[in-house]
């Protein structure tokens, strides 16, 4: 089994920074793909920005210079760096990740539980 934890979340208030991050942890074989996800409440989960295995990042190009997305492969961590937020970031925020596990070596999706970030005065 392999969970994955974030940790982070908290009331901010607009123009400010948090910092989220995403444990892995359990029968973990190697960790590809991991992304941040969010969902607003009455709105669809969507992808906020994800990194590759080597480490590629990707982000939307509206939160390019707002958000840095990087992670530790030999701790089986993921940080987002969240600078200049605005009330719409409000939403919880999901770790996702591609796990290959050591049980069966197949590839699999696993989520966190979620953290709230509140963007708000």
């Known amino acids: 089994q392999v969970q994955l934890v974030e940790s982070g979340g908290g009331l901010v208030q607009p123009g400010g920074s948090l910092r989220l991050s995403c444990a892995a942890s359990?029968?973990?074989?190697?960790?590809?793909?991991m992304a941040w996800y969010r969902q607003a409440p009455g709105k669809q989960r969507e992808l906020v920005a994800g990194?590759?295995?080597?480490?590629?990042?990707n982000l939307r190009d509206s939160d390019k210079g707002r958000f840095t997305i990087s992670r530790d492969n030999a701790k089986n961590t993921m940080t987002l760096q969240m600078n200049s937020l605005k009330p719409e970031d409000t939403a919880v925020y999901y770790c996702?990740?591609?796990?290959?596990?050591?049980?069966?070596?197949?590839?699999?999706?696993?989520w966190g539980q979620g953290t709230q970030v509140t963007v708000s005065s």
């Open positions: 990194i590759s295995q080597g480490g590629t990042p």
């Open positions: 996702n990740a591609e796990v290959q596990t050591r049980a069966t070596m197949t590839l699999d999706d696993y």
């Open positions: 359990g029968s973990i074989y190697s960790i590809w793909t």
